[in-house]
């Protein structure tokens, strides 16, 4: 069972929809609904693993990205400065939560790999503004949906 605490008011569909239509982008329903119990904050367990240059890893959430009009963890400020601003990120992709040393978890929201879960890796980051979205090679596939994604959250790391 995944604990969440610090999270923000709660949000509605309007508000989801909002940023949908700021991005271009549906978010998939497991994700929604998740915004909608949990808007934001950490949870417990947190860490997930994924596969990096062939070797088992693991990163933490640090905090989900909640929709809001604070200044931290404010998804629609992530999307401002990972997306339109700067193209960061491949189109299809959404920054979902933060680790502890600013790189991103997101959700796949366009494509065929619509609701697919990624690590973005800061320090191997990709210009988009010359490279095409199939460029995934500082993304990482932690899980094929959101609710893999949380069922997979635990307490050890490697």
Known sequence: ????????????????EKVEKL?????????????????????????????EKGAETNSNIDWFLAI??????????????YKLKQKRLPINLLPIANDPGGNLVCISCLG?????????DHENEVDYEIEDDTNYSNLYLVSHSFKEFLESLSSETI
């Open 1 to 16: 069972m995944i604990i969440f605490k610090n999270e923000k008011n709660p949000t509605n569909l309007n508000d989801i």
């Open 23 to 51: 991005i271009g982008l549906e978010f998939p329903n497991e994700y929604k609904e998740h915004i909608l119990a949990h808007n934001g904050g950490q949870c417990f367990p947190n860490i997930f693993k994924f596969i």
């Open 68 to 81: 809001y009009d604070g200044q931290f963890d404010n998804l629609e400020w992530y999307v401002a400065i």
């Open 112 to 120: 065929k790999d619509y609701g697919s879960v990624y690590f973005w």
